[in-house]
C-alpha cells in the first residue's frame, strides 16, 4: 500500500523567514517520484518541486528545496525567504512509475505567512 | 501554451441526475487523469486515460465513468448523482504515463442538492 503522510495541518511563517513542512510516505515500489503541490485559494494544484527516487541529490527550485531520506522515507520541504504569495495549501504527493499518474496525496499543510 | 481547461467551473445538480465533466489537457499531452477532492476524503485518484485508453482506477463505484477522445480531451461522467458526490473535480495533463510533471486545471466545484 502507498500512503503519504503530513503530519502538520497548519503552519505559519513571518514574512521572509524560513519554514520546513514535513512529509513521510510509504511505498513498497523501487521507482518512484516525489512531488510537492501548492493549491491556493483559486483551487488549481501547482507544482512546486519534483524529486526522483534514485537521485541522491536534493531538488531544488529557487526558495523551494526539498531535504529527501530515503531510508527514512522523508521528504520534507523548505521555502526560504518566505513571501505573501506562499501562503497556500500545500500537498505531498507520491507517484509509482509502474502505475501511470495514480497520484497519493497527503492531507495538506495549510500555510499562512505574516506580514 | 494554453494550460489545462475544465469545464464547467461550477455545477449544481439534483440527487439522481447524472453530470459529465470535461477536461482539456495541454496540446501534445497524451495522459489525463482525474482525482476527486473534498475535506473529509482528500484527494482521492478516480482514474487516468492514456491514448483513448484507460491505464488504471482508482476505488470508486461504477456510477464513475470516463473516456478519452483522439485528441485527448476527456470526460468524466457520474450517474446517479448522490449528495456525497458534491466536491472538487480536477484533472491532470501530463506528456507521458508514470513520473513527469502532472499539470493541473482549476478544477469543477460540483453541487449536489
Known amino acids: 500500500a502507498q500512503t503519504v503522510t503530513q503530519s502538520q495541518p497548519e503552519m505559519s511563517v513571518q514574512e521572509a523567514e524560513t519554514v520546513t513542512l514535513s512529509c513521510t510516505y510509504d511505498?513498497?515500489?523501487?521507482?518512484?517520484?516525489l512531488f510537492w503541490y501548492k493549491q491556493p485559494p483559486s483551487r488549481q494544484m501547482i507544482l512546486v518541486i519534483r524529486?526522483?527516487?534514485?537521485?541522491?541529490q536534493n531538488a531544488t527550485e529557487n526558495r523551494f528545496s526539498v531535504n529527501f531520506q530515503k531510508a527514512a522515507k522523508s521528504f520534507s520541504l523548505k521555502i526560504s525567504d518566505s513571501q505573501l504569495g506562499d501562503a497556500a495549501m500545500y500537498f505531498c504527493?507520491?507517484?509509482?512509475?509502474?502505475?501511470?499518474?495514480?497520484?497519493?496525496f497527503g492531507t495538506g499543510t495549510s500555510l499562512t505567512v505574516i506580514p | 501554451k494554453a494550460g489545462v481547461t475544465q469545464t464547467p467551473r461550477y455545477l449544481i445538480k439534483t440527487r439522481g441526475q447524472q453530470v459529465t465533466l470535461s477536461c482539456s489537457p495541454i496540446?501534445?499531452?497524451?495522459?489525463v487523469s482525474w482525482y476527486q477532492q473534498t475535506p473529509g476524503q482528500g484527494l482521492q485518484f478516480l482514474f487516468e486515460?492514456?491514448?483513448?485508453?484507460?491505464?488504471n482506477k482508482g476505488n470508486f463505484p461504477g456510477r464513475f465513468s470516463g473516456r478519452q477522445f483522439s485528441n485527448s480531451r476527456s470526460e468524466m461522467n457520474v450517474s446517479t448523482l448522490e449528495l456525497g458526490d458534491s466536491a472538487l473535480y480536477l484533472c491532470?495533463?501530463?506528456?507521458?504515463?508514470?513520473?513527469?510533471?502532472?499539470?493541473f486545471g482549476q478544477g469543477t466545484r460540483l453541487t449536489v442538492v
Open positions: 491532470a495533463s501530463s506528456l507521458y504515463s508514470g513520473g513527469g510533471e502532472a499539470f
Open positions: 511505498t513498497s515500489e523501487s521507482d518512484y517520484y
Open positions: 524529486q526522483e527516487a534514485y537521485k541522491q
Open positions: 504527493a507520491l507517484l509509482n512509475a509502474n502505475t501511470g499518474n495514480q497520484f497519493y
Open positions: 496540446s501534445g499531452h497524451r495522459s
Open positions: 486515460y492514456f491514448s483513448e485508453t484507460q491505464r
